[in-house]
């Protein structure tokens, strides 16, 4: 087993503000509820357990949301499930390989950390006893890689926090322990970004900020950059690259949002949570991380709040929002021009906007349900970047001109790259290191102004090589 110990960007700072993206609230849970796992499996977000009531009980009720094409969340919203065996809380959840979510440890609403580990399949809405845990834990984090369940920290049924590293395998049903964290916590969070394990935050008493990368391949911990606002009970995942961590508690709640970026080894701002929550759950979808449940007090007060984050892309901004100029009076905030849905449709970037990684993802909503839609890039802003009146929008990319998809809105949302399409920087025949603008054109009969077409704001982007 390896014991090295590597020191990498013991200080941070706060990088440059990339303060940014939509928060957009959905179905809440049938339950409102905090403490609690929450983890996808094929098309279902699968929400388990958790504390609940004024009294704070532990319940064994599951509930799950069906993602149709694009991850766009079912109209049904959530539904009951088969209970889970024992009622949990505080309990470690991800999906390993054969789709099964694991739910492990944790309390039953007693604070004395159980061993035991139950497996749900979604497809046949059961559970399974598996092999318990080496020793008991409660607050821990898991995180899948392959047919392996990696489970950190957590406290053992003395409440004595921990720094272990148990490591099960679900292909054989067996446990086995890997090397110690080098920072002992509970209440901690954790997410695969490659092939390696970041674990982030947690208390020992008072919450830390402690970032530290595991290498499964060599059993072997590495000490990053530090979570600028230490916290605990947060709601982590990956999305395009980079590592969110939202909310928590401990010495207060916080609304908090901020994202690592693995390349620089530095963290960032986003736009904060419109609801402040710990205990909550986060899961990465297509092109946004949806937040679920947690509570609204530190410590108290368990909510049923969903609700869905889609970040900006790294070196984006928004350009030309209809603010100001609109053709018919028809204006809108942060958006383009307003539409007949009563809104303006809003373009993002999601992922990394770099040559020799492309996973720039650009993410129109707001559109009419199925609009088509056209995908075009431009060299320059139009009349520096006001924009100019076209149809009932805003016309701003402009210069050189490319048009880069045809799409049809799904749900009123519509994306490229997806599908095997090719990458933005290859349709935008990008090749250097430059800014280019992005707009979506898209059909709107029956629009404010009569010209059956709108347009988004324009989004800019920087690419990096």
């Known amino acids: 087993m390896r014991t090295s110990l590597l020191l990498l960007g013991l200080l941070t700072t706060l990088a440059r503000a990339d303060v940014g993206g939509v928060w957009t609230p959905i179905a809440p849970l049938n339950t409102?509820?905090?403490?609690?796992?929450?983890?996808?499996?094929?098309?279902?977000?699968?929400?388990?357990?958790?504390?609940?009531?004024?009294?704070?009980?532990?319940t064994a009720t599951i509930e799950t949301l069906f993602l149709n094409s694009g991850d766009v969340p079912d109209p049904l919203g959530w539904i009951p499930r088969a209970p889970m065996p024992q009622p949990r809380d505080h309990h470690a959840v991800c999906t390993a390989s054969g789709g099964r979510v694991y739910v492990i440890g944790g309390f039953a609403g007693d604070f004395q950390a159980k061993s035991t580990v139950f497996a749900f399949d979604p497809l046949t809405d059961s559970w399974a006893v598996r092999a318990p845990l080496p020793a008991a834990r409660g607050a821990s984090w898991a995180v899948p890689l392959g047919q392996r369940i990696y489970v950190f920290g957590g406290v053992d049924a003395a409440g004595v926090v921990k720094s272990t590293t148990f490591i099960y395998d679900s292909g054989t049903n067996t446990w086995s322990q890997g090397m110690d964290m080098p920072t002992a916590r509970e209440h901690l969070t954790a997410a695969a970004l490659g092939n390696f394990i970041h674990v982030v935050g947690g208390r020992n008493g008072n919450s830390v900020g402690a970032h530290e990368r595991y290498d499964p391949s060599l059993d072997q911990w590495t000490v990053l950059a530090p979570l600028p606002t230490p916290r605990s009970a947060t709601a982590t995942a990956v999305l395009g690259g980079r590592l969110f961590v939202m909310g928590g508690?401990?010495?207060?709640?916080?609304?908090?949002?901020?994202?690592?970026?693995?390349?620089?080894?530095?963290?960032?701002?986003?736009d904060p949570m419109p609801i402040p929550r710990h205990g909550v759950a986060a899961i990465p979808l297509a092109d946004r991380i949806l937040v679920i449940g947690g509570g609204i007090v530190q410590g108290l007060l368990p909510s049923a709040y969903v609700d869905t984050f889609q970040p900006l892309t790294v070196g984006a901004q928004h350009a030309c929002e209809c603010s100001a100029g609109a053709p018919c009076g028809n204006t809108a905030s942060?958006?383009?021009?307003?539409?007949?849905?009563?809104?303006?449709?809003?373009?993002?970037?999601?992922?990394?906007?770099?040559?020799?990684?492309?996973?720039?993802?650009?993410?129109?909503?707001?559109?009419?349900?199925?609009?088509?839609?056209?995908?075009?890039?431009?060299?320059?802003?139009?009349?520096?970047?006001?924009?100019?009146?076209?149809?009932?929008?805003?016309?701003?990319?402009?210069?050189?001109?490319v048009r880069i998809a045809m799409k049809t809105a799904s749900g009123g949302i519509v994306r490229y790259p997806e599908g095997g399409n090719s990458a933005v920087s290859v349709r935008g025949n990008v090749s250097s290191a430059t800014t280019r603008h992005y707009q979506v054109w898209y059909r709107n009969v029956g629009g404010p102004c009569g010209a059956d077409s709108n347009l988004t704001n324009a989004l800019t982007v920087d690419w990096m090589l």
Request: contains cysteine; proline residues 7%; glycine residues 16%.
């Open 32 to 58: 409102a509820r905090q403490e609690i796992g929450a983890s996808r499996s094929g098309p279902w977000i699968v929400v388990t357990g958790g504390l609940i009531g004024p009294g704070l009980q532990a």
């Open 249 to 270: 508690e401990i010495p207060q709640l916080y609304a908090v949002n901020e994202v690592y970026e693995p390349v620089t080894n530095t963290w960032s701002a986003q």
């Open 334 to 401: 942060e958006s383009g021009c307003r539409n007949s849905t009563g809104l303006g449709a809003e373009l993002t970037g999601v992922g990394r906007a770099s040559i020799g990684n492309d996973s720039l993802v650009v993410v129109a909503t707001q559109l009419p349900p199925t609009s088509p839609a056209l995908f075009f890039q431009g060299s320059a802003l139009a009349n520096g970047g006001a924009g100019v009146p076209f149809a009932d929008g805003l016309r701003c990319a402009s210069g050189t001109v």
